[in-house]
Structures are given as C-alpha cells and as structure tokens.
T-cell receptor, first 116, second 117 residues
Framework: QQQVKQSPQSLIVQKGGISIINCAYE??????FPWYQQFPGKGPALLIA?????SEKKEGRFTISFNKSAKQFSLHIMDSQPGDSATYFC???????????????FGKGTLLTVNP | DADVTQTPRNRITKTGKRIMLECSQT?????MYWYRQDPGLGLRLIYY???????NKGEISDGYSVSRQAQAKFSLSLESAIPNQTALYFC????????????????FGPGTRLTVL
C-alpha cells in the first residue's frame, strides 16, 4: 500500500525553467512533510519541509505548496539549474508513541534533469 | 570525517550467504533507521531504533534482522541472502522531536550497494 504517491517519475527541464513535483497522501495522521534531495552516489539530504498548518514555505529557489483539503503538496524549483539535477523524494512523517518519535514514509522519487 | 558511515560501500554475495551491513554515527543521535532503495520504489523502512533497547520493525522487515550494539552503532543482517534483496541500503539517524512534536531531519549515510547473485 503506497501511502505517499509522487509524480512524475522523471522530469526534464531547461535551465531557467520551473520544475514542479507533486505528491498526494491519504493518511491524515501525517504531521510533517519534508522533501529530500539525492545526488548520484550520495544519501538523501533534507531540502525543505512544511507543517500542515502552513500553505506555503519558501527557501531560496525552492517552494513547497501545501493543500490540506486536497491532501496534496508540491515542490517548485524556480530558475532551475543543472546543479539541481538529482532525485527528489517527498515524504510524510507519522508521529509515534511518546510524542518525540516519528517515522517517515517516502514517495517513489522523481529524477530531475536540468539541461543547460 | 563523515557523521554517518556505512561499511561496506559495495558488496557482492551469493544466494544463501549471511551478510552484515554496519552503520556508525558520530552525531550523538539516539534514533537510527535502516532503509532500502530500489529503482522506481523509493526508500522503504526496514527497521528503526529509538534507543539501544528499543528496536521496531518497519514496512519490509521480513528476511532482515538488526542489532543495536551501542548508541552509535546499528547493524543490519541478512541471514540468508536472496537475489531480490539486491538493492541500495541506507542508514539514517535523527534527534528526537521536541516536546511539541516538531520534526527533526534524518541524516543519511552514503549507502551500501548490495548485489546478491
């Protein structure tokens, strides 16, 4: 059962363009939504994250848009650069017992290629 | 030095062999996780541990076992490897969330590429 659905599987964008990756979820218990970026040969690293009581979060060229009623969130990369070429994973956090523990459920990933 | 290290980085083994993947961290985190990554399937949680005495199964624990030898060390074992366990394996660590339940990021190691023939 896939709890976080991510699309597209791959994306090709020209330098300077906008890259958009979408995710959808069903579990209303998710309480935090991070995006991870993974370069070839490396482990994923946190890029940006948002709480469900916020509709948008921006950090530099990266913006998360969050639609709680639709259970959807998306990553927008403005002015995309070849250095942004990587695999991007959306994720959702499930709180566990004790209030200070959680686990992440990841989407299947999007391979972004930014052409020069 | 890297904060989260994994050994070996690459391993080729045969069906039926016992394999151990090791993870060490210098971040001082209590929480540690093991994931596997397959092309087109993303990252799936195998096991997680919130302290030395607390170990929990993730989504896909069948065929795997873990050992938390110390706060800084978390090992993943494949008791009898099979070809469909060929994958990229990642260890991750995190701090606990705050008392208000805010999120803390997970820090991933560089991964171990395992091939089971």
């Amino acid at each position: 059962q896939q709890q976080v659905k991510q699309s597209p599987q791959s994306l090709i964008v020209q330098k300077g363009g906008i890259s958009i990756i979408n995710c959808a979820y069903e579990n209303t218990a998710f309480d935090y939504f991070p995006w991870y970026q993974q370069f070839p040969g490396k482990g994923p690293a946190l890029l940006i994250a948002i709480r469900p009581d916020v509709s948008e979060k921006k950090e530099g060229r990266f913006t998360i848009s969050f639609n709680k009623s639709a259970k959807q969130f998306s990553l927008h990369i403005m002015d995309s650069q070849p250095g942004d070429s990587a695999t991007y994973f959306c994720a959702a956090s499930t709180p566990l017992s004790g209030g200070s523990n959680y686990k992440l459920t990841f989407g299947k990933g999007t391979l972004l290629t930014v052409n020069p | 030095d890297a904060d989260v290290t994994q050994t070996p980085r690459n391993r080729i083994t045969k069906t039926g062999k016992r394999i151990m993947l090791e993870c060490s961290q210098t971040k001082g985190h209590d929480r540690m996780y093991w994931y596997r990554q397959d092309p087109g399937l993303g990252l799936r949680l195998i096991y997680y541990s919130f302290d030395v005495k607390d170990i929990n199964k993730g989504e896909i624990s069948d065929g795997y076992s873990v050992s938390r030898q110390a706060q800084a060390k978390f090992s993943l074992s494949l008791e009898s490897a099979i070809p469909n366990q060929t994958a990229l394996y990642f260890c991750a660590t995190s701090d606990p969330g705050s008392p208000t339940g805010s999120y803390n990021e997970q820090f991933f190691g560089p991964g171990t590429r395992l091939t089971v023939l």
